[in-house]
């Protein structure tokens, strides 16, 4: 039940954009880490956003998206460019870890819940770990579960839009203070699913 599974559907889509960073000599690792910028933007909006203007949150939301389609684009224009890599899918692993981890340190700083920050990125580690380690021990790389990347990002982005009319406290949390709560319950859910899986893919 991922968005990860859309892949593949949306690669029409893709072409201007592929086209285009490709016209400005743009190279895949260098859209990775456009990507990982706008996180850390993102991180920073969020920040601002649980502690000086809610209207921060909108601006927030549109980076997390941006992030997520740059982290779509930038396969594709390995592929366009016909430079693929085990290299490049390593680089491109270890930058969506540390934007994922970034984002969620943005969320919990702005609403100053470091232990739910804990929990939520801790899950989202371990979905992460759970889908590569499967491969690992020689099975495939695991991209189900209840919760993928693509899905995650989408949630994020989504609430984040929403925190901005939507500020105040709800059962004692912020919009941003249940969505680590969904995110640290969820991510470590859908890790117990991959494990699982792996496990029983074993016997």
């Known amino acids: 039940m991922t968005l990860d599974k859309l892949r593949p559907y949306v690669s ?12 400005i000599g743009m190279t895949p690792d260098g859209v990775s ?13 969020f920040l601002l ?21 740059l982290d779509i684009i930038d396969g594709a224009l390995a592929r366009e460019q016909q430079v693929a890599s085990a290299g490049g899918d390593l680089l491109d692993h270890v930058i969506d870890r540390y934007a994922d981890i970034v984002i969620i ?7 100053g819940d470091y232990f739910l920050g804990f929990l939520a990125v801790t899950g ?23 919760v993928g990347r693509a899905d995650r990002l989408a949630i994020i982005g989504l609430v ?6 939507l500020s105040g ?18 991510g470590h859910l859908t890790a117990l699913q ?10």
Do not use: H
Not at 12 to 23: A, E, H
Not at 57 to 69: I, K, P, Q, R
Not at 105 to 111: P, S, Y
């Open 49 to 69: 956003g649980g502690r000086a203007d809610p209207v921060w949150f909108v601006a927030a939301a549109t980076l997390v998206f941006l992030n997520g389609w």
């Open 12 to 23: 029409r889509f893709l072409d201007p954009f592929v086209k285009g960073f490709d016209r």
């Open 124 to 146: 989202v580690v371990m979905t992460s770990y759970l889908g590569t380690q499967a491969q690992a021990v020689g099975l495939d790389r695991v991209y189900g579960g209840l």
């Open 105 to 111: 340190g943005g969320l919990a700083a702005g609403v």
């Open 33 to 45: 880490l456009l990507a990982f910028g706008m996180a850390v933007l993102a991180a920073f909006a």
């Open 160 to 165: 984040g839009f929403l925190a901005y009319p």
């Open 194 to 203: 991959r494990f699982y899986y792996a496990w029983v893919a074993l016997d």
């Open 169 to 186: 406290e709800y059962g004692g949390l912020t919009l941003i203070g249940w969505l680590l709560v969904f995110l640290a319950v969820v």
